[in-house]
């Protein structure tokens, strides 16, 4: 048998008996890809992992407690032999072959029927790698291969064009705070694909770097007003390259909806009968803290967390703001885009009630090359910006959660 190369099925089991012998990591590892199969499955084993145990309690399996027992394969389509006892594994091969079940042996892939791949998906397409031979078995290599062709094709390196037709509109993409890598698999996948990205400031540019040369990148804030206003004329350009059938992509800071004007942005491809695709982001006002050794929030300290944009004063008319409630709240405040105005912000939250001696941490430019952070407290935060230079894009928070992860080396 192990002359031959192995011959590539897909087996579609849904509804059909599938009989897991053994209830150990190798079960736990294969399950879940049975169970999203739709396979009924029974399991026969006397123990079980905790994962295995949910899977049972939860009904997505049928749990026999006991050992093999020959007659156990008669019903099965398939079968997945991983005890612990060679010789149970070795009956349970042999009845197998008696009932032609096709099966998975863990212990010994020579006296297997089928093997297992290496799978991963992409796409809405499976992509499972076999070693041919059972000689030279290697499974960390074909694991190393699906993980390659999986990667490749997520983040654009390798290209297989789609050949039903794309749907033309726009995808409104989060990229995330501006790692490159912190971008979602599907924003970075849309970002392969598109012809067009218009792209603001903030994000992760480097990833324009990557675009092949056909795609035409527009910087959102050199997008020439004219008679409009600065927003109305990108929601102008999507509009217009959309029509033109081409596949744009909005590729924001953050997450879209996150002081981003994504819902401008949907209303007008809205209007403009234009498909608009929805694709979030890890924001900033999370990430940024996160990566900088703050948690905004932490058992005991801060049950809360509240974003906030600081881009007009307390006192300003136009802010939507209610600061002095916040200055009642104990929770982590999370200011963006308020390193201009966090003097006046923290005067006001003093004035309300909150203690001088909070800290306050500033993260410029988080998750990038550039990150820095900068700590003060209420009290001193807007001599210490001026004296340290503090710039934006920066992200500041407020409140004890600043003081509980290790000091900061920066
Ligand atoms: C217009 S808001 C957009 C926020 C974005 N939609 C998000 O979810 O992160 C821009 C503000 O986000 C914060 N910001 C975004 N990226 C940042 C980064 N990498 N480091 C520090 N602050 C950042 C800054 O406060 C900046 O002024």
């Known amino acids: 048998m192990a002359e031959h190369p192995a011959y590539p099925v897909g087996l579609r089991l849904s509804g059909r008996r599938v009989v897991v012998l053994g209830g150990g990591q190798v079960a736990q590892r294969r399950l879940p890809a049975l169970i999203a199969a739709g396979a009924d499955i029974v399991l026969v084993s006397p123990e079980a992992t905790p994962s295995v145990e949910a899977m049972a309690d939860a009904g997505e399996i049928t749990w026999v407690r006991r050992g093999y027992e020959d007659g156990d394969l008669a019903e099965a389509w398939y079968a997945l032999i991983a005890t612990s006892d060679p010789a149970a594994n070795t009956a349970a091969s042999a009845e197998a072959e008696r009932h032609r079940v096709w099966c998975v042996r863990s212990d010994d892939a020579d006296q297997a029927t089928a093997w297992t791949p290496a799978t991963g998906h992409s796409e809405g397409v499976t992509v499972a790698v076999l070693t041919t031979h059972a000689r030279g078995r290697d499974p960390r290599h074909t694991a190393a291969i699906r993980d390659a062709v999986v ?190 105005k966090i003097g006046k912000i923290a005067e006001t939250l003093v004035a309300h009630g909150r203690p001088p001696a909070t800290p306050v941490a500033l993260v410029q430019e988080g998750t990038t090359a550039a990150q820095r952070r900068v700590d003060a407290t209420l009290a001193t935060v807007a001599e210490t910006v001026r004296a340290e230079d503090v710039k934006p894009p920066a992200v500041i928070v407020i409140g004890e959660v600043v003081r509980v992860g290790p000091a900061p080396s920066a």
């Open 151 to 340: 990667e490749g094709l997520r983040d654009g390196t390798l290209v297989a064009p789609h050949h039903r037709t794309r749907t033309p509109g726009v995808a409104l993409v989060g990229g995330g705070p501006g790692d490159p890598d912190l971008i979602t698999v599907r924003g970075r996948r849309l970002l392969a694909e598109a012809d067009v990205v218009i792209a603001d400031r903030l994000g992760p540019r480097d990833l324009l770097a990557e675009l092949p040369p056909h795609v035409e990148v527009i910087d959102a804030a050199k997008i020439p007003y004219g008679r409009y206003m600065a927003q109305e004329a990108i929601n102008h350009a999507l509009v217009e390259h959309a029509k033109q059938g081409k596949a744009v992509v909005r590729l924001k800071g953050g997450d879209p909806f996150v002081f981003g004007r994504g819902m401008e942005e949907v209303q007008a491809l809205a209007e403009a009968g234009i498909p608009c695709t929805v694709v979030p982001g890890i924001s900033s006002s999370i990430s940024v803290p996160g990566a900088a050794g703050i948690p905004v929030t932490h058992r005991g300290v801060a049950h809360e967390f509240t974003v906030v944009s600081g881009h007009v004063a307390p006192d300003d008319e136009r802010s939507l703001v209610d600061w002095p409630s916040l200055a009642k709240l104990t929770g982590t405040l999370v200011v963006l885009m308020g390193v201009d």
